[in-house]
């Protein structure tokens, strides 16, 4: 008997993680349909790809078309990006929460969002908390297979500039042999090990909600 070919949600395609993700949906035999919710234009050309160009601050107005067997949360900003916290919390809790209420509504019973490693509601650091904060309420949604990703430092290559984030890889380079142990999970990531890991979790089995950076690194073949 034939597996049902899937239909996936992706938002935040146009970045380093989520243009990964869809390469490797495109290429899944187990996907039929991937639908893309972006701001602009992806990119992609391929058969299997429907664009959906929206407000991700307004979600809701789309729900009719919000149709899917999994949704894949990989929208995500930097301090160096958006310095103003009002707008920084809109994007990292306000867009992943509505779409995971959005899978509660439409019966979607599989959503995945990036967050990052040190999220914690009650953290003291402003971006640990909004990420701590985001994740406590997709979990408190109780959508059937839900799965947080918290990467460490992401290792890809972005058109936009982040002094940070440069200096910290070129740390890490250097001291990456000192991360051993429980500290291992500090080590960089490359994006395409967390979209790998992403599509491991649609397709297989995996209770643990929080899925820490050596553990996605460890579903992800890297």
């Not at 070919?5 to 996907?31: D, P």
């Not at 991700?56 to 067997?69: G, I, M, Y």
């Not at 890991?197 to 579903?219: H, P, R, Y």
Request: include cysteine; hydrophobic fraction near 40%.
């Amino acid at each position: 008997m034939k597996t049902k070919e899937k239909t996936a949600i992706v938002l935040g395609a146009t970045g380093v993680t989520g243009s990964a993700l869809v390469s490797l949906l495109t290429q899944h035999n187990a996907y039929a349909k991937i639908k893309l919710f972006s701001r602009s234009l992806s990119g992609f050309t391929h058969a299997k790809i429907d664009e959906y160009l929206v407000d991700l601050h307004d979600l809701e107005k789309h729900k009719s078309s919000f149709t899917a067997d999994e949704v894949y949360c990989c929208i995500g900003t930097t301090k160096a990006k958006t310095p103003d916290k009002e707008t920084y919390k809109k994007i990292d809790y306000g867009i992943p929460l509505q779409a995971a209420k959005l899978c509660r509504e439409n019966g979607i019973g599989t959503y995945m969002v990036i967050s990052a490693l040190g999220a914690n509601a009650s953290s003291s650091v402003f971006y640990n908390k909004v990420k701590g904060q985001m994740e406590d309420a997709v979990i408190a949604l109780q959508i059937p297979k839900t799965h947080i990703l918290q990467p460490s430092l992401i290792a890809g290559k972005r058109d936009e500039k982040r002094m940070g984030e440069w200096l910290a890889k070129q740390f890490f380079k250097v001291f990456q042999f000192l991360l051993i142990g429980s500290l291992k999970k500090y080590r960089p990531i490359h994006p395409e090990t967390i979209a790998k890991a992403m599509v491991w979790l649609g397709n297989n089995e995996e209770n643990t909600i929080k899925i820490q950076s050596d553990k996605i690194k460890e579903l992800g073949g890297e």
